[in-house]
């Protein structure tokens, strides 16, 4: 109501059904005047980032429903959208990475008015990712470090050396493991070069280094290839991002469940789920006479245009696995076979592409996308 955040593990039912019973637990910190000072742990920051899927959720809904009674439309619509983002992240990465951004961007939100939270902040979920990796390893290895100490009072010594080992993560300032940037108090790197200075002041990140020449060091650069800062940053100095793919893929033969992964990643699932059925049922044509034979439809005549073109630009999309194969017309599966009519097409003015496979065994002909 006052404009500033609460920890979102506050707004869980179970932490709101505790203050409403008056069983909140507080904290006691000293005050500038000598006394001390009552505040309640539900409001507490420490370890929001651990909330369980099912409490954010909820909580998020929570907030977006408060945000928009006091605050207006306006606002609530921006934090839904950080919300279907954070979702997103979830999906995509972890949990804990969605979490760690969900707190990052609340703050700043709130520390700096103008900060668009409607929108994936790249630099913000790079830091993220380093700050949960970090977490991750040091966890992982307080594990292995109880358990290789458990081990060894039965094994001895001689079993370190045949024990799995993992190696933690790397300063990116210095080199060496166990720590980031804003903890590292190294002169020179591993390498024996002199290390970035750390940027201080008026930065929202504590890992931000600064080139010899005063330049910040870019790590959008690195995911991005560009820079909004243009000549202010210096690219990070990291190895460049690697090639997209080639978006031309196609799935051959159709993979129902592929494309049903397709479906639910672009949330068209729901409207156009009919397409799976077809896939694994065949399409229904409305068309009631069985095919005695297989048909060519005359919709691919643009292959007579130029085609010695066509020709070489198919075997190259087939070299590469985005296009299925087509075949001389006396070698096309089935090809004349009355008991297996199929719908062809052509794919170049000698060959021949099997579109579908013809069947009335469910009422009206059904067509199988071909195999």
């Known amino acids: 109501r006052n404009g500033s955040t609460a ?19 507080f904290s006691t910190t000293p005050s500038s005047n000598g006394g001390l000072l009552l505040r309640s742990k539900a409001l507490s920051r420490y370890n929001e980032s651990l909330i ?37 992240l979830s999906a995509l990465y972890s949990h804990a990475v969605a979490m ?47 358990s290789d100490d458990v081990a060894d009072q039965f094994h001895g010594d001689s079993g370190k050396s045949s024990r799995f080992r993992t190696t933690a993560s790397h300063c990116f300032r210095c080199g060496i493991p166990g ?6 108090r ?4 591993v390498a ?4 970035s200075q750390l ?25 991005l290839s560009s820079c909004p800062a243009g000549a202010s940053a210096a690219p990070a100095p990291v190895a460049p991002a690697s090639a997209p793919t080639d978006p031309r893929q196609v799935i051959t033969p159709l993979d129902a469940l592929r ?32 095919l005695s034979h297989s048909i060519i439809p005359p919709n691919h005549n643009s292959c007579h245009l130029d085609p010695k073109f066509i020709d070489s630009y198919i075997l190259s999309e087939e070299a590469a696995g985005r296009y299925s194969r087509a075949f001389l017309p006396q070698a096309a599966p089935a090809h004349g076979n009355p008991a297996i009519p199929r719908v062809m097409a052509n794919r170049s003015p000698d060959r021949l592409k099997p579109i579908a496979t013809a069947s009335k065994t469910l009422g009206n002909l059904r067509l199988f996308p071909a195999k």
Do not use: M
């Open 100 to 146: 760690e951004y969900d707190v990052h961007q609340r703050e700043f939100l709130y520390s700096d008015e103008p900060h668009d939270i409607s929108t994936k902040d790249l630099e913000c979920l790079q830091t993220c990712f380093l700050l949960t990796h970090t977490d991750a390893s040091n966890s992982s290895r307080q594990k292995r470090s109880r």
């Open 259 to 290: 494309v049903q992964e397709v479906l639910r990643e672009y949330d068209l699932l729901n409207d156009w789920s009919h397409i799976i059925s077809g896939i694994q049922n065949g399409f229904d044509v409305g068309v009631r006479e069985h």
């Open 192 to 195: 024996g070069k002199p290390c």
């Open 179 to 184: 720590h980031l940037p804003d903890a590292c």
């Open 7 to 25: 920890p979102y593990t506050a707004l869980t039912h179970k932490s709101r059904l505790a203050l409403q019973r008056g069983e909140d637990e």
């Open 52 to 88: 369980s899927s099912t409490d954010w959720q909820a909580a998020a809904q929570l907030a977006v429903d408060k945000t928009r009674q006091y605050w207006g439309n306006e606002r609530a619509a921006n934090l839904e959208a950080h919300h279907r983002i954070v979702t997103q």
């Open 186 to 189: 190294k002169e020179t790197t």
């Open 199 to 223: 940027v201080t002041g008026n930065t929202r990140f504590k890992h931000n280094l600064r080139a010899a020449d005063g330049r910040e060091y870019c790590f959008k650069f690195s995911s």
